[in-house]
């Protein structure tokens, strides 16, 4: 009779989700995933079938972590209050692996091999961008934002604006915090 595996299946997918977001799919080797999973290739695989598996399993949880806490802040501070909060949040997360957006590092890496995992970041970065346009939909009927602005676009230039914050906030000479205010500050004038 086979045993069972004795680990959590989701701390591994926390695990490796902070590896490939410092190290993104091709940087990440399988003796990578070995150490930080503290299993061996044959229980990598039986456990997820595959890195691109594993992969994909990271970058849906990626995205839910991050759907849920904007969420939580909708919930708690109101549709404007989150979309001026959100940016300086995410750059002050200590638990992130990296400041770049995982969804964005793996699009960029993965799409001109027309990889299927680049497929699934732009399905969840569709996702994302459609949170923020409710967001400012829900801002705009409460009256917070002027009634001529169109959610899509202003959600379509948040999300740019928030993957180019979080890029160049990878950078050591860049004022991230600074910038991130100056988006919210951006937003109080709609």
């Not at 549709?79 to 969804?103: G, S």
């Amino acid at each position: 009779m086979p045993r069972r595996p004795n680990y959590d299946k989701d701390d591994l997918i926390l695990r490796a989700r902070d590896l490939f977001w410092r190290q993104g799919w091709a940087g990440t080797s399988l003796k990578d995933l070995e150490k930080t999973l503290s299993l061996n290739p044959g229980s990598i695989y039986a456990a997820f079938g595959s890195k691109d598996a594993l992969y994909g399993l990271a970058l849906d949880r990626y995205v839910h972590d991050g759907a849920t806490s904007l969420d939580r802040m909708a919930q708690e501070i109101g549709p404007l209050a989150t979309l001026q909060t959100y940016p300086r949040a995410i750059l002050e997360n200590d638990k992130a692996a990296a400041r770049a957006c995982m969804l964005a590092k793996t699009y960029m890496e993965l799409s001109p091999q027309n990889h299927a995992l680049a497929d699934q970041a732009h399905a969840h970065l569709v996702t994302m961008e459609t949170k923020f346009e409710a967001l400012f939909a829900a801002a705009q009927s409460s009256g917070q934002i002027a009634s001529d602005h169109n959610p899509n676009q202003l959600a379509q230039r948040y999300q740019s604006d928030l993957l180019g914050l979080r890029v160049s906030a990878e950078r050591p000479d860049f004022d991230a915090i600074k910038t991130a205010d100056d988006i919210a500050q951006g937003l109080a004038r709609l």
